[in-house]
């Protein structure tokens, strides 16, 4: 066996124990022996590397609101183990968690929907979904204490509700439910309110001419988007001065 | 200027106000980890999380981030880059983990994954040296780390630095330096690392070889340069003494 | 357990508020105070602000493993909550009064951290500025402005009509905003994503090798200054609007992808700066984008 031949034992054996020919060679070629002295001390050097490494705990958590963003995570948004108030107090959580339009607003509409019925006792109060009243087994009013599931079918890109009419009737709620409080903050709320409702429509009224647009209709899912965030940060406002 | 007070289980402000509600909302925002180990195995975590559940996602990157987290760190060399990969690469499993069935180990699904994403972002680099197309499929005349055969070698001297191993791994092309640290750092079998990057097993194996002969010259670079400033410093220490 | 802890808490709480509020209630009524609250950490601590109320919040760094945390309220219709557990503090200023006039629900923080701190603020109308803090960070206003300097790490900002001006930051970057405007001062960023319905952006910097810079505008103007070292993939599309290309001497057009481009409505530019190593996408509505070159 010559040093080339060896060489293609090694690249097919690895550094398995070799046929007695490899041996026979490397027997009498000290410039071999080298060469696997040093393969092997190179692979007993990379066994002690470490195979694993710590990632930043940023990275799950930015993961995580992707996940969430994406609906691949479906889960309700949790409040551990309180007891909250029947008005309807949304977790802490939601507000830094980035949602889905279709997240969004259907969960927003059934709070919100929540919110307004429970101040007004002489209205029917909104179907809510069983695991929504178990939550609250005492309570009086069928009030969510939790923001409930989205209502999405099995195929995770259709929404069962209509979130642009279900937007609608939050915002005229929102309008009665801030009337009597004037602010700083409620005045630039509703100016946005009014800006991202144009646009909506301008977006709109693009698509009826060209339905096919990706671009108008990537835009205008972003302005529903924040008009859902902008009705939440209404609802909170609201509330806080209430 | 008020005095310091107990920094826990106090509070300032004019009301005394009960806080188990936001002391709630305060757990669910913490950093999210599970408050509790969960006894699952990864095939019911597998079920779970194609089911949307958070915590089994949560249980599946816990299980598996540090290897990928190591794979990436060791293919960009940097931790920034890192970070992106791994993300990228746990988003694709995950948005895709509904169509696993289980065919192949689910860490060998991972590991492909992470493989890919790091070889196409690789690939949009346009590294200058050893195109990625030649390292994986290479042509048997020309493409490896020349060994002049039967020629006197620089030994390594037994053992081997692993800061200089480490380093000398940064400077392995793609190809090699992957099928490099699956198999001699992280331990996956050939039949395994073929599955992960989608190629033979004779392929790997020869992958693996030019790997490590390519290590050992940059290894050996390493010997002489350290050797060729050693005698640098000695001349100039003796120059400085006349 | 965890409810246990909850409700001693809450017990330990109402009790020590109680005697706090018989000692002392009497000296708030009426008048600005100003507490101070120190808080030893040992690990990277992450600072929570809930600014319900109106005010600034401001938050510096500094080279002790504490968090001193100052708070200036202006009257007594404020309530503040400040609680240490572990290496995470949690600020929180609520108005008690429902018929409180703004500028008596007021409270302006100013927060001291070590350099390696994640934060995590909210305000309704004030100032959030953050200055020479390394860590994630989620910001979020509705009016307020967010004005950013020397920081780095995962930077979330969200504001309603607040706008942002970030300077010499690292990191990534994520900023949404329905009238607020962004600018981005010499930046050393891998990842920006800016997306505002009616504000404008700039972006005045760097593109890192391999970054993603993605910049998105309703009606406002999108506006880009690279420079010579840059080397960038450019995709700037306006649906409604022009693209004013006022670097075209070194923006090599893609013929290819222009094509293709083509055949969507409004007006495009595709190209490459240089090698091609970081990609930006530049998007706007109806309003304007504008590419210039830095001399």
Redesign the interface.
Known sequence: M???EL?IV???E?LAPLPASAREHLAGCT?CQ??L???S?????????????????R??????A???T?G????AA????????SMG?R???AW?RPRALATASAGLVLVVTAVFLSRQPDLQPSPISPSIAQNNPGSTVSAPSVAPSPVVSSDSHTVVSDPTGDLNRTEGDLANFHLAVTSPVNTSLRQDLQTVNEFIAECELHLKQYPHDDVAREYLNSAYQQKAELLAAMMDSGRSEN | ??A??A??????????????????????????RP?EPVAWTEVEAIRRAQ????AA??FL?QMH???V??LC?RMVGN??????L??EA??QL??K?GTFRGESAFSTWLHRMTVNVVLM?LR???LPTDSLEETLEPDAENSGPK?D?????L??S?????VN??RSIGKLPPGYKTV?VLH????YEHNEIASIMGCSV?NS??Q???A??R??EL?QEEIREQARQERQAARSQSDAGD | M?QRE?????V???????L??CAA?PS?AGKTD??????TVKGRP?V?LQNIVNGRIEVKSWKNREVVVTCDVAS?K????????GD?I?I?ASA?AQSAQPHDVEANFQVFVPEETEL?LKTQTGLIYVEQVNGDMKLQSIAGDVHLKEVSGYIIVKTTAGNLVCTQCAGKLDFNSISGSAQILQPAL??VNLMTTTGNILYDGDFV??GLYTMNSGRGVVEVHFSGNDSFDLNAYSLLGNVDNQASEFVKPDTHKRQHASSKPGNSLIGTVG?G?AKVELSSYSGTIRILKRN
């Open positions: 010559q040093c080339k060489e090694l690249e097919q690895g410039a080298g060469f002295a040093d393969l001390s190179i692979v007993a050097a990379a066994k002690t590397l470490p195979d694993e490494a710590h990632p930043p705990e990275i799950w958590i930015s993961l995580r992707r996940l969430e994406e691949v995570i479906r889960e949790e409040v551990a183990g309180a007891t909250l108030p107090w977790s802490l959580a830094f | 200027m008020c310091s007070t920094v826990t289980g106090t509070t300032l402000g004019g009301m005394g106000r009960i806080r188990r509600t936001r002391s709630a909302a305060i757990a669910q925002l913490a950093r999210s408050t089911a949307g559940d958070a996602f949560e990157y981030g540090r290897r987290y190591a760190l931790p920034a880059d890192a970070e992106d791994m993300q746990f988003l995950f948005r983990i972002r949009k680099k346009s060994r055969v039967g020629a006197p070698d030994r390594l037994g053992a081997v630095d692993r191993l480490e490099f001699d750092v992280q331990g004779g194996k020869s693996l070889h030019k490590r002969t290590l050992r290894l | 965890m909850i409700v001693e808490r809450g330990l709480s109402l009790l020590g508020a109680g706090l509020l209630a708030w100003h507490q101070e609250r120190h808080f992450l929570v007594s404020v309530a503040i909550d400040i609680e240490q557990v995470r949690d929180s008690l995590q891998s990842s090798r391999t090698q190593l």
